[in-house]
């Protein structure tokens, strides 16, 4: 999947937009909810060799929030490994175009759930 190919998905579930929030960094984005500004995914590009992967190439790496439950559901063969530069307990990263388009969407849209504002009990 492309970094743009995911924009557009987000676009079209979620009715949300991009940003980029880092001065001067204009490749770094951040997907954010609409009404609580919580972030459900960051778009970055980083060099494979931050993987354990013997490349210089930089790709396209969302990071993404999981439940706790379903962490080791995914692998390397997936494209998805620890979370680079977060929280490794709650997030993972997913190599854009190691991945399979089906499984960018399922963890983007967990990711979307994981995150959004919890209703309060009375």
Do not use: Q
């Not at 439940?67 to 854009?96: C, Q, T």
């Amino acid at each position: 999947m492309t970094k743009e190919k995911l924009i557009d998905y987000c676009r079209e579930a979620f009715g949300t937009e991009p940003d980029c929030p880092f001065e001067e960094d204009f490749e770094t984005t951040v997907l954010r909810h609409r009404d609580s500004r919580k972030w459900y995914g960051i778009i970055m590009k980083i060099p494979r060799k931050r993987f354990g992967i013997e490349s210089e190439e930089a790709v396209d790496v969302v990071n993404v929030k999981l439940p706790v439950e379903m962490f080791g559901s995914f692998g390397k063969s997936d494209g998805v490994y620890p979370a680079y530069h977060m929280n490794k307990r709650h997030w993972i990263s997913v190599i854009l175009p190691d991945a399979a388009d089906d499984l960018v969407e399922f963890l983007i849209n967990v990711s979307f759930e994981a995150t959004k504002t919890k209703n309060k009990k009375k």
